[in-house]
Nanobody
């Protein structure tokens, strides 16, 4: 079992950047699924980016603007978000998984003002 803690959220103007971090309580190198999701008020949680067995897939809405990094030495997953838009406003959650066992963090809020 692993615990995940996200940080780095905040208020930013449109066009700005934020880097989210997801620190794990233990090694994440053995998880074959690592990703970020987000949930805006009144909407369903949606995929932002996922790495599955080494293959990275981004949601169309964030392609070219967001980048996921995994630092196994630090047991940390990052999400670099550039050119932020008001529609990126949401709570962002990281997750790791293997063999159907998924672990989620508590989320960090990102608010983009226009």
């Amino acid at each position: 079992q692993v615990q995940l803690v996200e940080s780095g959220g905040g208020l930013v103007q449109a066009g700005g950047s934020l880097r989210l971090s997801c620190a794990a309580s233990g090694s994440i190198s053995h998880f074959n699924v690592v990703g970020w999701h987000r949930q805006a008020p009144g909407k369903l949680r949606e995929l932002v980016v996922v790495i599955t067995n080494g293959i990275t897939n981004y949601a169309d809405s964030v392609k070219g603007r967001f980048t996921i990094f995994v630092d196994n030495a630090k047991n940390t997953v990052y999400l670099q978000m550039n050119s932020l838009k008001p529609e990126d406003t949401a709570a962002y959650y990281c997750s790791v998984g293997r063999f159907g066992n998924d672990y989620w963090g508590q989320g960090t809020q990102v608010t983009v003002s226009s």
